[in-house]
């Protein structure tokens, strides 16, 4: 059944305007928009509205206080609770009045560095609910990398936790924002800490606040009312890796997002309102922005907020006991996550014993699905396992099979077909289309979808560089063709972007990292294929002729990126090499690199400088097979 698709996709291209200004409906607005698009404005512009109403109020308002809005189910602290949507306007609104207690107003910035707690929730929607402005930054992320995005963003506000408990450790975070803070040139005004059991932290005042101690002096606030929002004003900055060193703030805008999120609900993912939807995400990533937060309200469902990982806490049942207590009915995960727990239970015994409850597809994003995955996924548990792709910059899936549309068309190892509303290209270094089947750069044509990202943060120049190759398009950053039956195949970035366990990482921002570890003289780091993560980075380091404490050189290259851009960097292999492949022209041959990680065989390129410099980087990688 592809024909309501195929309608859809067809009305999006051609009438966009009247697809997009039907999708509105779904919207309480305060005023309506005046237009859908206009090039300048943007999507909906002159419409007002306010997005943490349509995800939470409205449905009180409409007399659905009492069904679920979100269930916590987190196996690190043995903990099941639920909201309703009653109970979680109720906990937003405290929030919000802390916040507004704290002087925080429409078009200020809050960053939140917290673990996936309830708590996240509630302030992400307490900053839409006052128009201020929220920067989630995701856990795993270090002290130096939180301090950028805090002096780019210049929060008034950060809220915390006290600890995040990943797997069987308890992390300190709160030591980790001080440490950020302190770094920061940017001065905060206050900093709100949610103490958890598992591990308190010392409230420092006068500029830390324990959470709960100021909920209370908050608790006879009156609740602040739902800031009109302009259509184009944003609703959150989120840094994603660009090909610098500087993270990129992706600006999500209030109107756009609302509508675009609500529609893919229902059409992508088959969701109502009643419905139960997982993500298994973080709230720091895209996906948990959309997916576990505001989609999943939006559409009126009951969404899970879940913290633990696929594996080990306390084993590979974990998710399949979560899909069948909750009765989940879409889940969204990343191919990383089934892969892990296929590593643990290959024969799916605990998929057998608890089995899939109330589900009825399996979606997955973030790096390309392998089509093993899926075919284990899909053989296991007898339900379409879907791959969809987008970006942070998206905002919302952009291919994809329209589950909720009725299609059911899948083919493993492509990504889909494209999503309504989003017209790609695939096109040449000449900038015209290649021919069906032949790979090029995946480009999008304007206006993109109203979800995607028309500003970064701070960074116009940044921004134009996405629209400055191929005139009229913006160019994703992946390249991938088309296949003779109109499926996009994803094949890899065009760029030194790489995918670890679907969290995005820069090879470039690393390299900067490495080379400034006393003694490095030059390095490259690539993404090496992964049987579980996808892709993990590897350094090859040549080291300064007089570089001191050689033997240590690699550890201490690997720390440093731990220590500054996080352990979610996963570097944990570097080699010291004599030499590096390059052209006559001095660029280092990555993917010879990247050949020879995997063991390979292939041709040198034409334009390698010194054959030799593999043989020499081989027998460093593979010294058995050398010898
Ligand atoms: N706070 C602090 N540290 C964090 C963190 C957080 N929120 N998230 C991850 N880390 C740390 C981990 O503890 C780990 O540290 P280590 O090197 O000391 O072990 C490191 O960052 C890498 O974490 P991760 O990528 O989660 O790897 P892992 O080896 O701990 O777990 C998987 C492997 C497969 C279980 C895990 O990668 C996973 O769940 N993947 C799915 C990812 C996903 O859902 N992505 C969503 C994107 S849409
Ligand atoms: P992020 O912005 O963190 O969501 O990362 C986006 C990038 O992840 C994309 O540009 C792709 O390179 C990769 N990606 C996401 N989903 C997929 C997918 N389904 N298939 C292949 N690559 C994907």
């Known amino acids: ?60 308002a409409e007399g659905r206080g009492a069904a679920c ?23 937003v609104g405290r929030v919000a009045a802390m916040l507004s207690a704290r002087g925080v107003t429409k078009g200020d910035r809050v960053v939140i560095y917290m673990p996936m707690i309830p708590q996240a929730v509630f302030a992400m929607l307490a900053c839409a609910r006052l128009g201020a402005i929220h920067s989630v930054v995701f856990g795993g992320f270090a002290p130096h990398e939180l301090a950028k995005r805090i002096d780019d963003a ?6 915390t936790a006290s600890c995040g408990i990943e797997g069987t450790r308890t992390i300190a975070y709160k030591p980790l924002v001080d440490a950020a803070l302190c770094a920061a040139h940017h001065q905060v005004e206050s900093v709100i800490v949610f103490n958890r059991d598992a591990l308190p932290a010392k409230i420092d005042a006068p500029r830390d606040h324990d959470w709960e101690a100021l909920r209370s002096v908050t608790a006879h606030h009156p609740v602040p009312p739902c800031a009109p929002m302009a259509s184009d004003d944003p609703l959150y900055i989120l840094y994603t890796s660009g090909t610098t060193g500087t993270p990129k703030g992706v600006v999500r805008e209030n109107g756009g997002h609302a509508v675009s999120l609500a ?41 899970v907020l879940f913290e633990g990982k696929p594996v080990g806490t306390p084993d590979a049942g974990t998710f ?36 899939t409850g109330a589900l009825r597809a399996i979606f997955l994003a973030g790096e390309r699905a392998d089509p093993e995955t ?73 206006p993109l979808a109203p979800c995607a990202f028309r500003s970064l943060w701070n960074n116009p120049e940044g921004f ?8 009229g398009y913006y160019e994703t950053g992946d390249a991938g063709h088309f296949d003779a039956e109109g499926y996009l195949h994803i094949m890899g970035r065009t760029d030194d972007i790489i995918n670890v366990a679907g969290h995005r990482l820069s090879t470039g921002q690393m390299e900067q990292i490495v080379a400034s570890v006393d003694g490095v003289a030059e390095c490259a780091v690539i993404g090496a294929d992964d049987g579980l993560k996808g892709q993990v980075p590897v350094a090859f380091i040549i080291a300064r002729a007089e570089a001191p404490e050689l033997e240590t050189l690699a550890s201490r290259a690997i720390a440093r990126v731990r220590a500054e851009l996080g352990a979610v960097a996963a570097l944990k292999t570097a080699y010291l090499v004599p030499q590096l492949p390059k052209t006559r022209s001095g660029k280092i041959l990555r993917n010879a690199l990247r050949k020879i990680m995997s063991g390979e065989d292939f041709a040198p390129p034409p334009t390698i400088d010194d054959p030799s410099s593999l043989e020499a980087i081989r027998s460093v990688v593979h010294p058995r097979a050398a010898a």
């Open 464 to 471: 134009a560089k996405n629209f400055q190759t191929f005139p």
């Open 1 to 60: 059944m592809k024909d309501l698709y195929e309608q859809c996709r067809a009305r999006s291209l051609a009438d966009p305007e009247s697809f997009w200004r039907e999708a509105a409906h779904a919207i309480d607005w305060i005023s309506p928009p005046e237009t859908i698009h206009d090039p300048e404005h943007g999507w909906f512009a002159g419409g007002t509205l306010n997005t943490a109403w349509n995800a939470v109020d409205r449905h009180v």
């Open 154 to 159: 210049t929060p008034r506000v950060v809220l």
């Open 69 to 91: 809005a979100l269930i916590y189910d987190s196996p690190v602290t043995d903990t099941v609770r639920r909201w309703s949507y009653a109970q979680l306007l109720d906990e």
């Open 263 to 303: 529609w893919t609900m229902k059409a992508i993912f088959g969701i109502e309102a009643g419905d139960v939807f997982w993500a298994a995400s973080d709230v720091g990533w895209v996906v948990g922005h959309s997916y576990i937060v505001y989609a999943p309200l939006l559409a009126g469902a009951t969404t």
């Open 320 to 355: 399949w006991r979560v899909i069948e207590r909750h009765r989940v009915k879409t889940f969204f995960t990343a191919p990383t996550a089934i892969r892990a727990i296929r590593k643990e239970d290959p024969d799916a015994s605990f998929l057998g014993q608890i089995g």
């Open 374 to 446: 899926i075919a284990w996924a899909e053989g296991h548990t007898g339900l379409p396992v879907i791959d969809n792709w987008w970006q942070t910059e998206l905002g919302a899936p952009a291919i994809a099979t329209c589950f909720g549309l009725g299609d059911s068309r899948r083919k493993r190892g492509s990504a889909g077909f494209p999503v309504p509303g989003n017209h790609f290209a695939i096109l040449g270094e000449d900038g015209q289309p290649v021919p069906t089947g032949k790979s090029g750069a995946v480009a999008m044509k304007l």
